[in-house]
């Protein structure tokens, strides 16, 4: 049997598959099953629950964490055109000082609304 390039990844990917799978069956055959009110019970951290879990948050919980992924993404751009820095050249250079030049506008703007200050 032939396989073209794709067909590894297939064959891959099928067989993960079909090993979680097999996992979480074999799992759930030999797993006791004797559920009591303690094991049915939200658990928060060793806490009782108290009230119920709707509850607004602050935005700046969001906020912080909008910026956050921001620039966790540009280490992602970051780190691969640091080690293709030398066939980039010039024009790879200066793509890169305008996407950071950008994500510092945004860095600014985020700084002067005051996104950043958690209280």
């Not at 119920?52 to 969001?62: A, D, E, I, L, P």
């Not at 820095?85 to 005051?114: N, P, T």
Request: with cysteine; glycine share 8%.
């Amino acid at each position: 049997m032939v396989l073209n390039d794709y067909g590894y990844v297939e064959v891959f990917v099928i067989a993960g598959i079909a090993f979680v799978l097999a996992a979480m069956i074999f799992a759930w055959i030999l797993r006791p099953h004797k559920p009591t009110a303690g094991k049915l019970a939200p658990y928060e951290c060793g806490e009782t629950v108290r009230g119920s879990g709707w509850m607004q948050f602050n935005v700046r919980y969001y906020l912080i964490a909008l910026v956050f992924v921001v620039f966790d993404i540009e280490a992602l751009f970051l780190v691969p055109w640091i080690y293709a820095f030398k066939d980039a050249g010039l024009v790879g250079y200066m793509e890169m000082m305008a996407f950071i030049a950008i994500l510092f506008v945004g860095l600014a703007y985020a700084w002067k609304k005051g996104a950043l200050e958690w209280l």
